[in-house]
C-alpha cells in the first residue's frame, strides 16, 4: 500500500505510489462489480464510444447514400432504419449517459472531495440498466429493426410492420431508469457529500449543471416510461389510447413524447456547458466571469425546459392560442445561454489562456453553440417555424446544439480528463490536428444542411429532387471529413494508452479537488478530507518544469486562504 | 428603427413572385413576404451577435495567449453586475420583439379570408389526392390564380404533413381530424408539371414518404374554370372502348410505386400476368390465408367474376392479402369511380399493350379517332 503523508500531490514521489484505482484490484469481476465510482465512469465512458462508433457509422451510411437522389447504395426501407437507428443510438446510448454517467461519474465525487458518489450500489446498478438497454437495443436489430425514426411518432409506430418496434421501446424504457438512477444519485451526492468549506458558491461549475441536470433526469425521464408504456401497450394490446382508428389522439403521444424529449435536449447540453465552463476558466487561468449569473443560468434553464416543448408543435395541430405561449416561453430559454455565452467569452479577457486540446474543443464549442443557438430563434419564431419545421434547417440547428456543442464538450472534456482518468498524457499536436479536422468537417456538413433547409428540403428523405443535390454532395464530402477527424482522434488516445508520459497530477493548472489528488487518483480519491478554496482562485499556482505541471506555492496559498477568510469575516460583519 | 418596423408591419398584402436567394427559394404566395422578412431580420441580429462572440474570442485568445508556465495574470474582472445584467436584459428584449411580429405573421398564415375558394385534400400512404367542389378530382394540386385558397386535410392512415415551400406553408394531417392551410398565388404557371411549385410531404410515414410529392399548378381563372369542368366529366368523355389505354395509364400513374408492370418485386404483387392469375381458377398463387385464387373467384364463390375480385381488392384492399405482401395498401373507395375500376381492368387485360412504365404502345385505330 502507499506510504503517502503529505495530502498534496507536490509532495508525492511517483514512483513510489504504484496503486491507483487502476491497480487496486484486477481482472474482468473486479470491474464489472465495482462499486468505484471512478471505474464506473470508465466502463460507461468505453460503452459510450463504442455506440458512437456505431451510431457514426449509420451517419457515415446515410451520408453516402444521399450523395445522389434515388438509390444509391441501399434501399429506402434499409435506409429508413439507418437514421432511426443512428438517432436512437447517438440519443438514448451516446449523449445522454455521456457527460453526466460517464465523465460525471468520474469527476464529480472527486470534485467534492468524496471517497465517493452517495449510492455505489446504485450507480453500479444503473450502469447494468444501460448495458441491458442497450442490449435491447442491439436485440431489436435481429427482431426485424425499426423505421419509426427516433421520436416514434404514431400511429406510424403502432402501425409499421418491422419486428424491432417493441424491443428498442422496452430499451429505451430501460436506459431511463439508468438515466433517473444516476440523476437521483448526483443530487443526493452534491446535497450531502460535500465537504466542509464547499458552500454551494463554491461548487465548480461543472457540478452545479450536473446537479441542473440531474434534476432534469429525475423529473423528466419517468414520463418519457409512462409514454413508451402506452406505445408498447397499444402496440401488442390493440387498446387505443394515440390511434385514431381506435379512438386515440396522435397529437396527445406528440405532447406526452416532447414533454420528456424537449427537457432531455437539456440533459444533453447543459452538462456540457458545464464542461465548458472549466475547460475555459482551467486553461486561461483565470477567475470565471460571472460565477453566479452561470450558476443559476443553469438552474433557469433546468426550469424553463420544462415549459417549452410544444414549439416542437407549431404545425401539428395544436391550438393557436398554445403555440403562441410555447413561441414566448421558448425565447426566456434563449436569455440564459446568452448569458453564458457572453460570459465565457468574457472570462477569456485578460486571461492566461493555454492554448491546448482542451481548450481547442472549448472555443470551438463557442463558434458552433453560437451558431446552434442563434438558428433557434428561427425555429421558435411562429411565422418562420411554419416554413423550416421538418427540414434539414431543424437537423443543421439541432446538431449544431446536440453534436456540435454537446459532443465536442464531452470529447474536451475527455480530453481535459483523460491525464486524471489514465495516468497518461496525449500527444497535444496530434488532439489538436483532431480537433481542427473535427470542426472544418462538421461545419461542412452541417452549415449546408441550414441552406438545404431553408430551400425547402424536407428531413427524412431517401430520395430528393435533383437541385438540392449540390448541398447534399458538400455535406456528405464534411462528414467523411469529420470521420478522419475523430479517427485521428481515436489513434491519439490509443497511442497515449500504449506510450503515452506519465501525467502529472496538474497539468493544466486547475484549482478544483480532481487536480489535487494524483494521476490517476488512488482507491479512495483522498486519504485526508482535503481544503476548500474558490475553485476558481488560480493565483497560487507555479509552473513545475520537472513535472510539467503545475503545483501550488504554499506561502501564496496560506495568503489566498487568509484573504478569503477575512472577506468573509467582513461580510459576516457587513 | 422606422424602415426596419414598416418593413416588419407592412405584411405585405399584393403577393408577387420573388427570385430565390441565399437562403430562401423563389417565392409565390401572399404568405411570402412577411416570412421572409422576419427570416432575413432574425438573420440580420444573428450576423451581430455571432460576429461580435466570434470577434472577442478570436481577439482575446491571440492577445493573452500564453505559453506553458508562463506567470499567470490576475488583473482580470471576475464579474460586472452592469455588464451581466445588460446581456440579460438586451437579448430579452430582442427577443420579445422577434416574438411578436412572428406572432402576428403566424395569425396572418393561419386566418383564412371568408371568400377563399376550398379544395379538399387527402393523404394516404403514399400520395395524394385533391378534390374540388364540382367533383372533379387530381393528382396534383391546381388552383386559380388572385384568389385564397384553402386546403381542407385529412389523412387516411398515418400522420402526413403538406408542405409548399414556395408558398411559405405547411400544415399537418392528423388522422380522425381536419386541419387547414391558406394561401394566395397571383403566379400562374400553366398546367406544365415542370414549371409547378413542389408539394412535398414533410412529416415521416415510412417507405414511400420522400417520393409523396406532387406539384402545385397555378391557372389563370378563366383557365382554371375550363380545366375543372373538364377534369370533373373525364372519364365520362372516353369512349368506352378506349377507357382502357386512355385513363388506364394516368389512373396507374397512382399505383406504379407499389405495383409494377414488369415483374419487378415492389411492396405489392407486380401486374405482370395479373389476369391470367385471376381467371384461372387452377392458379397456384394463394392468399396468406393459404386459399387459391380459385377458392375465392368462380360461380357460387365469393366473387362470381374476376372482375368482381379485382374491383373488391381496390376498394377493400386488406380484406385479402396476396401472400407475402403486408396490408399497407390505401383504400380507393370514393376516389375511383366504376368507369375507374374499369379502366385499371380493362388495363389489366391488355398489358401486353404498355410498356413497363405504363406507356400504351400501341397507335389508335384509325376506325375510332
Given at each position: 500500500m502507499s506510504t503517502v503523508t503529505a495530502p498534496r500531490p507536490h509532495a508525492v514521489d511517483h514512483v513510489d505510489v504504484p496503486d491507483?484505482?487502476?491497480?487496486?484490484?484486477?481482472?474482468?469481476?473486479?470491474?464489472?462489480?465495482?462499486?468505484?465510482?471512478?471505474?464506473?465512469?470508465?466502463?460507461?465512458?468505453?460503452?459510450?464510444?463504442?455506440?458512437?462508433?456505431?451510431?457514426?457509422?449509420?451517419?457515415?451510411?446515410?451520408?453516402?447514400?444521399?450523395?445522389?437522389?434515388?438509390?444509391?447504395?441501399?434501399?429506402?426501407?434499409?435506409?429508413?432504419?439507418?437514421?432511426?437507428?443512428h438517432g436512437a443510438i447517438m440519443v438514448f446510448l451516446v449523449i445522454i449517459p455521456s457527460i453526466p454517467a460517464a465523465l460525471g461519474n468520474f469527476v464529480l465525487p472527486i470534485m467534492l472531495g468524496a471517497k465517493d458518489v452517495a449510492f455505489p450500489r446504485l450507480n453500479l446498478f444503473s450502469f447494468w440498466l444501460w448495458l441491458a438497454g442497450a442490449g435491447f437495443t442491439l436485440y431489436s436489430l435481429a427482431a426485424g429493426g425499426f423505421d419509426t425514426g427516433w421520436t416514434f411518432y404514431t400511429p406510424y409506430s403502432t402501425t409499421t410492420t418491422t419486428g424491432g418496434v417493441i424491443p428498442v421501446l422496452t430499451g429505451v424504457f430501460i436506459l431511463g431508469f439508468s438515466s433517473i438512477f444516476t440523476g437521483l444519485n448526483f443530487i443526493?451526492?452534491?446535497?450531502?457529500?460535500?465537504?466542509?468549506?464547499?458552500?454551494?458558491?463554491?461548487?465548480p461549475l461543472f457540478l452545479w449543471a450536473l446537479y441542473s441536470t440531474a434534476i432534469i433526469q429525475v423529473l423528466a425521464t419517468p414520463v418519457l416510461a409512462i409514454t413508451l408504456c402506452l406505445l408498447i401497450v397499444e402496440r401488442l394490446l390493440n387498446i387505443g389510447i394515440f390511434n385514431p382508428s381506435m379512438g386515440g389522439d396522435p397529437v396527445l403521444y406528440q405532447h406526452f413524447f416532447w414533454f420528456y424529449s424537449h427537457p432531455a435536449v437539456y440533459i444533453m447540453i447543459v452538462?456540457?456547458?458545464?464542461?465548458?465552463s472549466e475547460l475555459i476558466a482551467v486553461h486561461a487561468h483565470r477567475q470565471i466571469f460571472g460565477y453566479r449569473f452561470i450558476a443559476f443560468s443553469s438552474i433557469a434553464i433546468a426550469m424553463f425546459s420544462f415549459l417549452v416543448w410544444g414549439h416542437h408543435m407549431f404545425t401539428s395541430g395544436q391550438s393557436g392560442l398554445m403555440n403562441t405561449i410555447f413561441s414566448l416561453i421558448s425565447f426566456s430559454v434563449a436569455i440564459p445561454s446568452a448569458v453564458k455565452t457572453f460570459n465565457w467569452t468574457m472570462t477569456l479577457?485578460?486571461?492566461t489562456i493555454s492554448l491546448t486540446a482542451p481548450m481547442m474543443y472549448a472555443l470551438a464549442f463557442l463558434f458552433l453553440f453560437t451558431i446552434g443557438g442563434l438558428t433557434g430563434i428561427h425555429l421558435a419564431t411562429l411565422n418562420t417555424d411554419v416554413h423550416l419545421h421538418d427540414t434539414y434547417f431543424v437537423v443543421a440547428h439541432f446538431h449544431y446544439v446536440m453534436m456540435g456543442s454537446a459532443l465536442i464538450a464531452m470529447i474536451g472534456g475527455l480530453h481535459h480528463w483523460w491525464p486524471k482518468m489514465t495516468g497518461k498524457m496525449y500527444d497535444e499536436k496530434l488532439a489538436i490536428a483532431g480537433c481542427i479536422i473535427i470542426f472544418i468537417g462538421f461545419n461542412l456538413t452541417f452549415f449546408t444542411q441550414f441552406m438545404l433547409g431553408s430551400q425547402g428540403m424536407p428531413r427524412r428523405y431517401y430520395d430528393y429532387q435533383p437541385e438540392f443535390q449540390v448541398y447534399h454532395v458538400i455535406s456528405t464530402i464534411g462528414s467523411y471529413i469529420m470521420g478522419i477527424g475523430f479517427l485521428t482522434t481515436a489513434v491519439c488516445f490509443v497511442q497515449s494508452l500504449r506510450s503515452g508520459a506519465p501525467a502529472p497530477a496538474n497539468p493544466w493548472g486547475g484549482r478544483s479537488l480532481e487536480w489535487q489528488c494524483t494521476s490517476p487518483p488512488p482507491h479512495d480519491n483522498f486519504k485526508t478530507t482535503p481544503r476548500v478554496g474558490n475553485p476558481y482562485d488560480f493565483s497560487m499556482l507555479q509552473w513545475n518544469a520537472a513535472e510539467k505541471g503545475y503545483d501550488v506555492d504554499p506561502a501564496r496559498e496560506a495568503a489566498a486562504f487568509a484573504a478569503e477568510a477575512q472577506g468573509e469575516h467582513a461580510r459576516g460583519h457587513a | 428603427m422606422l424602415p426596419i418596423a414598416s418593413s416588419l408591419i407592412a405584411q405585405v398584402a399584393a403577393p408577387a413572385a420573388t427570385p430565390a436567394d441565399f437562403w430562401l427559394p423563389a417565392g409565390a404566395s401572399n404568405h411570402v413576404a412577411g416570412v421572409d422578412s422576419m427570416f432575413h431580420w432574425i438573420n440580420y441580429i444573428c450576423y451581430f451577435f455571432f460576429f461580435l462572440v466570434i470577434a472577442m474570442m478570436v481577439v482575446f485568445v491571440w492577445k493573452y495567449r500564453a505559453k506553458e508556465?508562463?506567470?499567470?495574470?490576475?488583473?482580470?474582472?471576475?464579474?460586472?453586475?452592469?455588464?451581466?445584467?445588460?446581456w440579460t436584459i438586451i437579448p430579452l428584449l430582442i427577443c420579445m420583439c422577434i416574438f411578436f411580429f412572428g406572432f402576428r405573421g403566424f395569425v396572418d398564415l393561419t386566418t383564412p379570408p371568408k371568400n377563399s375558394f376550398d379544395v379538399n385534400v387527402t393523404a394516404f400512404k403514399w400520395g395524394w389526392q385533391f378534390k374540388y367542389p364540382n367533383g372533379a378530382q387530381s393528382d396534383n394540386l391546381v388552383v386559380p390564380a388572385g384568389r385564397p385558397v384553402r386546403l381542407v386535410m385529412r389523412s387516411n392512415d398515418v400522420l402526413h404533413s403538406c408542405y409548399i415551400p414556395a408558398f411559405r406553408v405547411k400544415r399537418d394531417l392528423v388522422p380522425g381530424r381536419f386541419s387547414t392551410l391558406w394561401f394566395q398565388s397571383d403566379v400562374p404557371t400553366g398546367l406544365d408539371e415542370s414549371k409547378g411549385y413542389h408539394l412535398f410531404c414533410t412529416e415521416y410515414c415510412g417507405t414511400g414518404h420522400s417520393n409523396m410529392n406532387r406539384k402545385v399548378l397555378v391557372l389563370e381563372q378563366p383557365e382554371f374554370d375550363g380545366w375543372l369542368t373538364k377534369q370533373a366529366a373525364w372519364l365520362d368523355e372516353i369512349p368506352d372502348e378506349e377507357l382502357y389505354f386512355k385513363a388506364g395509364p394516368k389512373i396507374y400513374a397512382r399505383c406504379q410505386q407499389c405495383h409494377s408492370l414488369d415483374g419487378t418485386a415492389g411492396l405489392g404483387p407486380s401486374w405482370k400476368g395479373i389476369w391470367e392469375r385471376v381467371s384461372n381458377p387452377a392458379s397456384a398463387t394463394a392468399f396468406t390465408d393459404g386459399k387459391s385464387y380459385g377458392d375465392l373467384i368462380g360461380p357460387g364463390k365469393e366473387y362470381a367474376t374476376p372482375e368482381d375480385y379485382i374491383r373488391d381488392s381496390i376498394y377493400n384492399p386488406g380484406k385479402h392479402l396476396v401472400a407475402p405482401y403486408g396490408n399497407v395498401m390505401p383504400t380507393f373507395k370514393g376516389q375511383l369511380n366504376d368507369r375507374g375500376?374499369?379502366?385499371?381492368?380493362?388495363?389489366?387485360?391488355?398489358l401486353d399493350e404498355f410498356d413497363a412504365k405504363g406507356a400504351w404502345t400501341k397507335s389508335v385505330p384509325v376506325a375510332t379517332k
Open positions: 491507483n484505482y487502476l491497480t487496486h484490484s484486477r481482472g474482468f469481476l473486479s470491474w464489472i462489480l465495482t462499486l468505484d465510482h471512478k471505474r464506473i465512469g470508465v466502463m460507461y465512458m468505453g460503452a459510450v464510444l463504442a455506440s458512437f462508433f456505431v451510431g457514426g457509422t449509420f451517419a457515415l451510411l446515410l451520408r453516402t447514400e444521399l450523395l445522389t437522389p434515388g438509390r444509391t447504395i441501399v434501399s429506402a426501407d434499409t435506409y429508413n432504419q439507418f437514421f432511426t437507428l443526493v451526492t452534491v446535497h450531502k457529500l460535500r465537504p466542509p468549506g464547499m458552500t454551494w458558491f463554491r461548487m452538462p456540457a456547458m458545464g464542461i465548458i479577457y485578460k486571461g | 508556465g508562463a506567470r499567470i495574470r490576475l488583473d482580470g474582472l471576475t464579474h460586472h453586475q452592469g455588464l451581466e445584467l445588460s375500376v374499369d379502366a385499371v381492368i380493362g388495363m389489366m387485360k391488355h
